[in-house]
């Protein structure tokens, strides 16, 4: 979903996508998987990667960073909408 939205709102030259998910950052370093899904993913990051630089960093989750509990809200929210929408971002306040 990250980088669907991504694509609807650049211009872009460098992209940094951040998750708490190690398993699928292990997933998508590995040449071994026949999973769909991380097929999927490894190849819109390809693809993306020829016109951008694209950054995939993992965070620890609930670790006390700030606005980690906002931003958890907000994409526990995102699975349930049709349309992916710019969120304010409430650290800008």
């Not at 991380?38 to 819109?44: E, P």
Request: proline fraction near 5%; hydrophobic fraction near 40%; glycine fraction near 4%.
């Amino acid at each position: 979903m990250a980088l669907e939205f991504i694509s609807t709102i650049g211009p872009w030259n460098k992209i940094n996508l951040y998750t708490d998910f190690l398993s699928i950052l292990e997933a998508l370093n590995t040449f071994k998987t026949s999973k769909q899904e991380i097929l999927a993913i490894k190849s819109d990051i390809l693809e993306m990667s020829k016109e951008i630089s694209i950054a995939l960093h993992w965070i620890p989750a609930d670790t006390g960073m700030q606005g980690n509990e906002t931003a958890d809200s907000y994409a526990k929210k995102a699975t349930t909408r049709p349309n992916i929408e710019k969120i304010p971002n409430p650290l800008n306040n």
